[in-house]
C-alpha cells in the first residue's frame, strides 16, 4: 500500500531517491515510462535482470571508472530522449531512517547538463523490508512477502536544478533525510497508536 505526498512532474528528468530494497523501483507510481540505474551485478539475477533489460535498464559496474562514465552518457541520452530515469545516489540499501552519503557522478551530470532532478524520499512501516548487511535474497524476500500488506510512504519534492555538483548533492540529500526522518516518526506513532 502506497501512501503519496506530492507529484512527479509530467516532463522528463532525474529522479532522485534514498534505497531501502530491491522493491524500491516499483514503489514509484509514475504517469510515464520510466528507466532505471542499476549496478551490474543485478543483470545476472533470474527475472529481475531479464525484466530489467526489456525496460532498457542502464547497467553500471561501479567498481569501473568507464563504466560509471558511459553511465552517465547513457542517463543524458534517456533525458534527452524524454524518458525520466531513476537513480539510488547512495550505491547500496541502508535501513535509515537516515541516509548513506549520496555519490557525486550523478549530480556532477545533472549540474553539467542542466538536467531537472526529483527528489523523492521513501519510508517503510516495516523495518525488516530493508534489505541489507548479508541478508540472503530469497529467506529475506519471504519475509517481506509474508507482510499481510507491504506500506511504504513516498514523497515528492520540488524539482530542483543547479550548477555546482556539491551543493546540489547536499541539498537534494538533506531535502531527503528530512523528509525520511518525519515519515519514520509518523509511522512510528502509528505503532504506538496500535499497540495501545
Known amino acids: 500500500r502506497v501512501t503519496v505526498e506530492g507529484e512527479l512532474p509530467n516532463h522528463a528528468c532525474v529522479l532522485v531517491a534514498n534505497h531501502r530494497t530491491y522493491i524500491d ?20 539475477w533470474p ?3 531479464w525484466g530489467g533489460n526489456s525496460i532498457r535498464t542502464i547497467w553500471v559496474d ?3 571508472a568507464e563504466s560509471r562514465k558511459a553511465t552517465r552518457g547513457e542517463v543524458k541520452n534517456r533525458i534527452e530522449e524524454k524518458l525520466s530515469v ?13 541516509l548513506l552519503e549520496y555519490k557525486m557522478g550523478m549530480f556532477k551530470m545533472c549540474a553539467d547538463g542542466d538536467f531537472p532532478i526529483c527528489p523523492i524520499a521513501m519510508e517503510y512501516r516495516h523495518a525488516d523490508v530493508a534489505w541489507v548487511s548479508n541478508d540472503l535474497f530469497i529467506p529475506h524476500a ?9 506500506d511504504v510512504s513516498v514523497r515528492f519534492g520540488e524539482v530542483q536544478y543547479g550548477d555546482d555538483p556539491v551543493e546540489l548533492r547536499q541539498r537534494i540529500h538533506d531535502w531527503t533525510s528530512t523528509a525520511c526522518a518525519e515519515m519514520r516518526a509518523n509511522w512510528d506513532a502509528q505503532e504506538r497508536q496500535a499497540q495501545a
Open 25 to 44: 523501483a516499483v514503489m514509484v507510481p509514475s504517469p510515464h515510462p520510466l528507466v532505471f540505474v542499476a549496478k551490474a551485478e543485478v543483470k545476472r
Open 47 to 49: 527475472i529481475v535482470g
Open 62 to 64: 561501479r567498481s569501473s
Open 86 to 98: 531513476i537513480i539510488f545516489p547512495e550505491g547500496t540499501t541502508h535501513i535509515g531512517p537516515d
Open 142 to 150: 519471504f519475509k517481506v512477502f509474508g507482510h499481510r500488506f507491504i
